[in-house]
């Protein structure tokens, strides 16, 4: 069995990220990636309290699992920059959407690949669907995993602030590997409303108002993204699954950065 350690999983996907940009037609959407782990422990046992009540654990994915890995993508400014106008989303955001999706399912799986290869199982979320519709809430939730690793921090907008803010998307899996406790973000929260801040830029931003400073009205946010997807003329070509709107992450303090490692 080979030793690997967090920084080969670290320059491994900043490699592939990098690679898959030149792949692509649109030229990519992408920034480096972060990656955090964290040692399965009682920490994850939480889950079904702060996501759904059936929340897998990462044991049930593979019981000999010992570390949990969490990655952020983040995108690139000119694309943040191009969804804040209107209130409903543009083009490129719905095509980075799918276009991101399907990078995290092969960075996942070569990730997979990578560690198998070291001698290391690994697993990935349930091929089933996972995602419960009257709920609202998937039973294998990145953002909360992500969380428990210490890769950022949720924001009033429910979305993660990572160092390097929230215009991204996460991806997790589970490894035999012992990659220890590695954290990327240092502060306790990273939502400057909830370290007492003047802010709610997000709130005032969400054009279905789904955003309380305490509450997120689920429901009504999935409503908009659906009606997004059924009504826009430049996403006709795009999946059924293209669920995007992202105003309330667009140019925001917490967009880019985490504001509250400022103050």
């Not at 009682?42 to 654990?57: G, S, T, Y």
Request: charged fraction near 25%.
């Amino acid at each position: 069995m080979n030793k690997v350690d967090i920084e080969d999983l670290r320059f491994f996907i900043k490699e592939y990220v990098s690679a898959e940009q030149l792949r692509l037609a649109s030229g990519g959407w992408w920034q480096t990636p972060l990656l955090a782990s964290a040692p399965i422990d009682q920490r994850f046992d939480i889950l079904p309290k702060v996501a759904i009540d059936d929340h897998l654990h990462p044991h049930d994915l593979l019981g000999s699992a010992r570390t949990l890995v969490a990655f952020f993508i983040p995108f690139k400014p000119e694309l943040i920059k191009e969804n804040r106008k209107g209130d409903r989303p543009c083009r490129n955001w719905g095509l980075a959407y799918v276009e991101t999706n399907d990078l995290i399912d092969a960075l996942s799986r070569a990730l997979e690949n990578f560690l198998n290869e070291k001698g290391f199982k690994s697993a990935l979320t349930p091929a089933t669907h996972n995602f419960n519709e009257e709920k609202l809430m998937a039973r294998w939730s990145h953002k909360h995993l992500a969380y428990l690793s210490n890769l950022g921090r949720f924001g009033t907008h429910n979305m993660l602030i990572t160092p390097v803010g929230c215009t991204g998307r996460l991806g997790s899996l589970v490894t035999e590997a012992d990659l220890g406790d590695n954290a990327v973000i240092d502060t306790d929260e990273a939502c400057l409303l909830k370290v007492g801040e003047k802010c709610g830029k997000c709130i005032d931003a969400c054009p279905v108002d789904a955003l309380e400073v305490e509450t997120f009205q689920r429901r009504r946010c999935w409503d908009r993204l659906n009606e997004n997807r059924d009504i826009l003329d430049d996403f006709s070509d795009l999946p059924k699954t293209t669920h995007v709107c992202g105003k309330c992450a667009a140019l925001m303090p917490c967009s880019f950065t985490n504001p509250v490692a400022k103050l």
